[in-house]
């Protein structure tokens, strides 16, 4: 995998990357097949989930519950297409060169659908303790890569060991057939001791590399891609709170974050918008989770309420389904706990293709 400094190159540094990439194969990995995407769908199922690298004991116990729901999905006739997880972890001290690969292996066994895997590890020490983001994909992919983030000051902390912790945001550019090709960008950005200004700067990078990208891919018309991860940014935290006449939350100095990927890039939010719900009606009370709440909703974590794990996406079809999965803390709650988050699950439909009801007709 190429890795993209911090800086943001010129174009022709950029198309230099991408001419030695394209169309280079990982070694040993089976292409996917999706399609089932256009000729029974019309639209896409896209995944967010963060694996909390931490939780070690139950993690095969976990790895097996998202697989059931994938199962169900998959035997529904509607299949999770791209799965963008966040928090994958490898080395010695968690027993697994790489949990996103392990998750890969439970979801063959249990679904029978094959998924091309992409990692893009950020953080940590290799062979000892490393985080990363990856993508799963029924669907061919064809090449990959990723960029640093700005750094902060967050730290993995291990006794007397203070090991930073690097961002990165990858992408993979998949093939859908009978569509054409697509790019599927994942991001976790900083949380813990980083500052709004440095989410906020995290943030811009990784914007500037998907508009770069995209500028390359897009030279004659704008093409269909997503943006997903998780976040770590809450449109009220650090809000003065609910509103006393209305009672709903009040946004907080993190609102920037959001209004620059939605308004400022014109990405929309696949899961608000597919559920026509104003923002202020999205996991605004700091006390309890409600079912749009992707953490603090969950046995792992004792947080408080809020929604910090996305999926954007820039000229797609309307999104015409969503829901947050996994969230057993939350009344009505899709699924058991697999993480201290819950997942964000959408369905998008690709441009110039009709809305499908059900995955059935």
């Given at each position: 995998?190429?890795?993209?400094?911090?800086?943001?190159?010129?174009?022709?540094?950029?198309?230099?990357?991408?001419?030695?990439?394209?169309?280079?194969?990982?070694?040993?990995?089976?292409?996917?097949?999706?399609?089932?995407?256009?000729?029974?769908?019309?639209?896409?199922?896209?995944?967010?989930?963060?694996?909390?690298?931490?939780?070690?004991?139950?993690?095969?116990?976990?790895?097996?519950?998202?697989?059931?729901?994938?199962?169900?999905?998959?035997?529904?006739?509607?299949?999770?297409?791209?799965?963008?997880?966040?928090?994958?972890?490898?080395?010695?001290?968690?027993?697994?060169?790489?949990?996103?690969?392990?998750?890969?292996?439970?979801?063959?066994?249990?679904?029978?659908?094959?998924?091309?895997?992409?990692?893009?590890?950020?953080?940590?020490?290799?062979?000892?303790?490393?985080?990363?983001?990856?993508?799963?994909?029924?669907?061919?992919?064809?090449?990959?890569?990723?960029?640093?983030?700005?750094?902060?000051?967050?730290?993995i902390e291990l006794g007397d060991l203070s090991i930073p912790i690097s961002r990165n945001i990858m992408m993979v550019r998949v093939k859908v057939p009978g569509f054409g090709r697509l790019n599927v960008y994942n991001t976790h950005l900083c949380a813990g001791d980083c500052t709004v200004s440095e989410l906020g700067d995290?943030?811009?990078?990784?914007?500037?590399?998907?508009?770069?990208?995209?500028?390359?891919?897009?030279?004659?018309?704008?093409?269909?891609?997503?943006?997903?991860?998780?976040?770590?940014?809450?449109?009220?935290?650090?809000?003065?709170?609910?509103?006393?006449?209305?009672?709903?939350?009040?946004?907080?100095?993190?609102?920037?974050?959001?209004?620059?990927?939605?308004?400022?890039?014109?990405?929309?939010?696949?899961?608000?918008?597919?559920?026509?719900?104003?923002?202020?009606?999205?996991?605004?009370?700091?006390?309890?989770?409600?079912?749009?709440?992707?953490?603090?909703?969950?046995?792992?974590?004792?947080?408080?309420?809020?929604?910090?794990?996305?999926?954007?996406?820039?000229?797609?079809?309307?999104?015409?389904?969503?829901?947050?999965?996994?969230?057993?803390?939350?009344?009505?709650?899709?699924?058991?706990?697999?993480?201290?988050?819950?997942?964000?699950?959408?369905?998008?439909?690709?441009?110039?293709?009709?809305?499908?009801?059900?995955?059935?007709?």
């Amino acid at each position: 995998m190429k890795v993209l400094q911090t800086r943001r190159r010129p174009f022709l540094g950029l198309l230099s990357v991408l001419l030695l990439l394209l169309g280079a194969p990982v070694a040993g990995a089976k292409a996917a097949d999706c399609d089932d995407v256009v000729d029974r769908r019309g639209y896409l199922n896209v995944l967010t989930l963060n694996l909390l690298f931490s939780e070690v004991a139950l993690r095969e116990e976990r790895f097996q519950r998202i697989s059931e729901f994938l199962r169900e999905q998959a035997v529904a006739g509607d299949p999770v297409d791209l799965i963008l997880l966040q928090e994958v972890v490898g080395g010695a001290l968690v027993g697994t060169d790489n949990s996103a690969d392990d998750l890969r292996d439970v979801l063959t066994a249990v679904t029978g659908e094959d998924y091309e895997l992409r990692t893009a590890f950020e953080a940590g020490l290799p062979g000892v303790l490393a985080t990363a983001n990856a993508i799963l994909s029924r669907c061919d992919i064809r090449f990959h890569f990723a960029r640093f983030l700005p750094a902060t000051s967050e730290a993995i902390e291990l006794g007397d060991l203070s090991i930073p912790i690097s961002r990165n945001i990858m992408m993979v550019r998949v093939k859908v057939p009978g569509f054409g090709r697509l790019n599927v960008y994942n991001t976790h950005l900083c949380a813990g001791d980083c500052t709004v200004s440095e989410l906020g700067d995290q943030a811009e990078a990784a914007l500037g590399f998907v508009n770069d990208v995209e500028r390359f891919f897009s030279f004659f018309r704008p093409r269909a891609h997503l943006l997903g991860g998780d976040f770590n940014q809450d449109n009220f935290r650090g809000g003065p709170g609910p509103d006393p006449d209305t009672g709903l939350g009040r946004f907080g100095p993190e609102l920037f974050v959001y209004d620059d990927i939605t308004l400022g890039e014109d990405f929309e939010d696949a899961y608000a918008e597919a559920l026509g719900l104003d923002l202020r009606d999205l996991c605004q009370d700091e006390a309890a989770a409600d079912e749009h709440c992707t953490v603090g909703v969950s046995t792992f974590d004792g947080s408080n309420a809020r929604r910090i794990d996305y999926v954007f996406v820039r000229n797609f079809g309307p999104a015409v389904e969503g829901q947050v999965i996994f969230n057993s803390e939350v009344e009505g709650g899709t699924g058991p706990s697999v993480s201290d988050h819950a997942g964000v699950l959408v369905r998008v439909n690709l441009p110039g293709f009709a809305v499908a009801a059900t995955a059935a007709e």
